[in-house]
């Protein structure tokens, strides 16, 4: 394929990463999620458009939720997947991104396995990419999502400030998109944002991005207004031993005891979570493993209603993109 410039990113037509984006640039779009008159569903305001979502890596939540916000708004959706795409003999993401521009699409949803990946793929194209999670870097619409989840659930939709909020996100931190989405997101709006899980999960580096962190749930339950629990992401572990970059946690069973022991959600740790306190878990969960089942279906959890808020959040985000003018105001 013909070589060509790298383009400059456009901030403005993109959705990339939630570090670096201000609080009231965070406000307005969750509002505008919360908002169903704003959205304009029955207008359909992306008739005419094309969503083309490129998943490079496995989803169903994000995937499935982008084509329902897009055919919602009236936009047609073009779906193409990693395996059974020219990926598989060896093209590149950024080639793969130019291809399908080249067809016309109004703009590209990416999910892939390289940290930075949408970014390459913005420097490349015309139109508008959206982050549907890059490697370990971030995943910005779920970071939306669980602020306007947890501000609604809180009482907090308002103002959409966390001041004096705890929210603790448990788990597999280093090898999380959706912790650093929401340490740059949660943490924006004024939460205190604590990262907990073993060292080798959870280093104290992590606190370059703004968190504090702890090896100790038990200490910080009581107090935490959120628990956010991860899933253990040994796919990345083994990426990591490949990369010489870490040792890979193995999934076996006295490994996951060992886990479950320090830092499951357990129906005992359920117990002593602050009264009125919620449980989210972005997904997919692994019931059993980071969080009990009875735990995962409690009244308190808000994991099914994260998943909807998803669809309202997308829905907002092409919007914004694809038609600025309707909501910039
Ligand atoms: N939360 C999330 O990204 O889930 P999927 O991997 O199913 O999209």
Redesign the pocket.
């Known amino acids: 394929m013909e070589a060509r410039p790298t383009g400059s990113i456009s901030r403005e037509r993109d959705l990339l990463a939630l570090r670096g984006m201000d609080a009231r640039e965070i406000r307005r779009l969750v509002r505008l999620a919360a908002d169903p008159a704003a959205l304009r569903e029955d207008e359909n305001p992306l008739i005419g458009r094309i969503v083309a979502n490129l998943f490079f890596?496995?989803?169903?939540?994000?995937?499935l939720s982008f084509s329902v916000a897009a055919q919602r708004l009236g936009a047609r959706v073009v779906d193409l997947a990693g395996p059974g795409s020219s990926v598989s003999k060896g093209e590149s993401l950024v080639d793969t991104a130019l291809t399908v521009e080249a067809m016309g699409v109004s703009a590209l949803v990416v999910?892939c396995k390289q940290s930075g990946g949408a970014e390459l793929i913005s420097r490349a194209v015309d139109i508008g990419v959206i982050n549907?999670?890059d490697g370990r870097h971030e995943?910005p619409t779920?970071g939306l999502l669980d602020i306007l989840t947890l501000a609604r659930a809180a009482g907090r939709l308002s103002t959409l400030d966390f001041s004096g909020m705890t929210l603790a996100i448990v788990g597999d931190i280093e090898s999380s998109r959706?912790a650093r989405s929401n340490i740059a997101g949660m943490g924006a709006l004024g939460a205190r944002v604590v990262c907990v899980g073993p060292a080798s999960m959870a280093p104290a580096s992590l606190s370059t991005l703004g968190c504090e962190v702890s090896s100790d749930l038990d200490s910080i339950l009581p107090s935490a207004d959120a628990v956010m629990m991860l899933r253990i992401q040994f796919e990345r572990h083994e990426d990591s031993a490949r990369g010489a970059e870490g040792v890979p946690m193995k999934s076996s069973h006295e490994s996951i005891r060992e886990y479950r022991a320090g830092y499951a959600l357990t129906r005992e740790r359920h117990a002593v979570m602050k009264r009125g306190a919620f449980v989210m878990h972005?997904?997919?969960m692994n019931r059993g493993v980071e969080i009990d089942a009875e735990v995962a279906d409690a009244p308190n959890s808000l994991i099914l209603t994260q998943v909807a808020r998803g669809v309202d959040v997308r829905m907002a985000v092409l919007l914004d993109r694809l038609r600025p003018e309707l909501t910039r105001g």
Request: charged residues 30%; hydrophobic residues 10%; without cysteine.
């Open positions: 890596e496995d989803s169903t939540r994000t995937r999910r549907a999670g995943h779920q959706v972005p997904g997919p």
